[in-house]
């Protein structure tokens, strides 16, 4: 069977695919209201016919077609077009999936809620497999999975596990002390995650209760639990994280990132082994696979690796990886039996399945990034980003099982221990009630777009393999604006499909000119200038910071023309960011129309800033 054309699952940019979305869903709506019309259909109806002719009823009904319209008025007028096939460059939003739309929608008429399986029978078991689909994605064949909200409450959860499994020791020592006989603090708060798991399966339920209640569900030994360790660049729900986990932003370690913005190992390195000399405890790290601002992908092998070394000497840490964004293009290494593939079968595998259609590839230290996904412990992943499912869709997978019972909470008016899940999904989550229609949502994508290279790993590539030519595209471009020449200057060539950019005027000698020149342009290409719908370009930006970046941008600044002097000057430098989602401009006429289109609305928004 030849792979399936993505291109069909989207309704499309111009609405191509909009008569079967309407077919579809009109036939998903009829099954819905005949469900309801044929249950019992001998008992007496909640609403008599008498009662739809009364004043009261039409009136309400009337009501409801007028705040439909004003809800299609303010959508129509106050939304983005992400589904442009080439006008919207900006955020980590493009065109939904169509399965996903339909099938959220549909679910939506059931209201099921995921917390129990009462409530829930059919979304509930689709989420069970799309946790299982995230565990085989993620490398965890004994590992587990399951929806949430968004990254940031995926994020929390991570540490959330961290906290609770670094925490067990020490309520072994002062529970059940004979369990962990002979071991001091320091080798109690370096046990890894398997020791401790097979210490709590000696235990009875009761005794493991008791355990539970000691460890830092209790409030005790936060403080002694030791460092978290994020990049400098991290997503700001790591702060937020530390701040509700109860350990406290003063826990908190953050390592420079690269050149290249990617954690720096060997600054990572030095960090590890100064606080395992001083008896510091690592509670855990997190590394980044598909940063929000350069799409950068951290060198998680050799993360592991430095784990692996320092765990010979006593010292260990848990590893969360932040795949919120980049977790899908994992797929891109999976062939269609569901294989990882080694590196040196991956350009056949790719030029097989018709992946990349440019000189665009993946390299060696990114693939090796994403293999070793499958060794830690836990992983952040958003099928609302690069999974092209509605908001809101984010999700978690850990590598074993058995770390969910760490954290589990059982309310009896809902659980009931004795069954099994996927009713047991809420007792193993933060959040309580959740939609099923996600979950809904989210299986349909993964049924109608396998997780391997036939599917989401074409889809993904796409975008990858867009952002690479535009980045090529914004090399080459140049521009005379009323005698002054303006160049672009692209950022370091992206590890995933995001791209950021500089507009410099030859003229200008001072960083803060270029910053003021690409906030205005951001200005002009943003709701900041009126209804987006109206925006012949759509784009988004961002801030490199010292606070932030620390040194790390310097290389860039030094393409611009500038020295290190004026960096530590300024401070910052203001780039333009698109993050490249779109799954239609792998054409090579669809990106030389753009492209065009593009390079048109540049020297238009150059012009309004630079001759004002």
């Not at 992400?82 to 209201?111: K, V």
């Not at 099923?436 to 109608?448: L, S």
């Amino acid at each position: 069977m030849s792979d399936l054309d993505y291109r069909a699952l989207f309704i499309g940019d111009q609405a191509e695919n909009g008569k079967l979305f309407k077919e579809l869903l009109g036939q998903l709506v009829d099954e819905h209201l005949g469900w309801r019309e044929n249950y019992m259909p001998g008992d007496r109806p909640g609403i008599a016919v008498r009662d739809e002719s009364t004043p009261e009823y039409v009136a309400a009904q009337e009501r409801l077609r007028e705040v439909m319209a004003d809800l299609s008025q303010r959508l129509r007028g106050g939304s983005v077009p992400w589904n442009s096939a080439g006008r919207y460059w900006g955020h980590m939003n493009a065109e939904t999936l169509m399965p996903a739309i339909l099938a959220y929608t549909f679910a939506m008429l059931w209201n099921p809620n995921n917390v129990a399986l009462e409530s829930s029978m059919a979304t509930s078991q689709m989420e069970a497999e799309v946790g299982e689909d995230f565990a085989k994605l993620f490398g965890f064949p004994g590992g587990w999975g399951h929806l949430c909200a968004d990254g940031s409450i995926a994020n929390l959860e991570g540490l959330w596990y961290a906290r609770s499994l670094k925490s067990i020791p020490l309520a072994l020592a002062s529970t059940l002390p004979e369990t962990v006989a002979g071991k001091s603090e320091w080798e109690l708060l370096n046990m890894s995650v398997e020791e401790i798991l097979d210490a709590l399966d000696t235990l009875t339920p009761e005794q493991y209760d008791q355990v539970k209640a000691a460890s830092s569900r209790s409030g005790r030994d936060l403080q002694r639990l030791g460092k978290w360790i994020v990049p400098e660049t991290k997503h700001y729900s790591w702060l937020k994280a530390a701040d509700i986990i109860g350990i406290g932003l003063d826990q908190l370690i953050a390592i420079p990132v690269s050149e290249n913005y990617r954690m720096d190992i060997g600054a990572l390195t030095s960090t590890v082994e100064e606080l395992a000399r001083s008896h510091t405890p690592i509670l855990g790290l997190v590394t980044v696979v598909g940063t929000t601002e350069e799409g950068a992908v951290d060198e998680v092998d050799k993360i592991v690796a430095l784990r692996e070394r320092m765990l010979k000497s006593g010292t260990y840490f848990y590893i969360h990886c932040d795949a919120a964004y980049g977790g899908y293009a994992r797929s891109l290494f999976f062939d269609t039996d569901g294989r990882f593939v080694d590196y040196e079968e991956l350009a056949d595998l790719h030029r097989s399945h018709g992946v990349f259609s440019h000189e665009v590839s993946v390299a060696e230290d990114v693939y090796q990034g994403f293999k070793a996904i499958s060794q830690v412990e836990s992983v952040t992943v958003d099928p609302h980003k690069m999974g092209y499912v509605p908001y809101a869709a984010g999700g978690i997978a850990i590598r074993l099982k058995k770390m969910r019972n760490v954290i589990s909470y059982f309310a009896p008016y809902v659980f009931d221990k004795a069954v099994t899940a996927p009713d047991m999904l809420g007792a193993f989550t933060l959040e309580g009630s959740r939609a099923g229609a996600t979950a809904a949502a989210v299986w349909a994508a993964h049924r109608c777009l396998p997780l391997d290279v036939s599917g989401y790993g074409r889809l993904v590539a796409s975008g990858m393999q867009t952002a690479h030519r535009f980045r090529d595209f914004l090399k080459e471009l140049t521009f005379i604006i009323d005698g002054r020449v303006v160049r672009a200057f692209p950022l370091h060539k992206p590890d995933f499909n995001m791209v950021d950019w500089v507009f410099k005027a030859d003229d200008m000698v001072s960083l803060t000119q270029v910053n003021e020149l690409n906030q205005k342009v951001y200005d002009l290409s943003s709701y900041l200038s009126g209804p987006e719908y109206n925006n012949i370009f759509i784009t988004s930006h961002t801030t490199f910071s010292t606070d932030d970046y620390g040194e790390s941008p310097v290389t860039f600044i030094k393409t611009l023309g500038f020295d290190e002097t004026e960096w530590k000057r300024v401070k910052s430098v203001t780039l333009l960011r698109a993050s490249i989602l779109d799954p239609y401009l792998n054409s090579d006429e669809l990106f030389t129309y753009y492209t065009a289109a593009i390079k048109a609305a540049f020297s238009q928004r150059l012009a309004e800033v630079l001759t004002s």
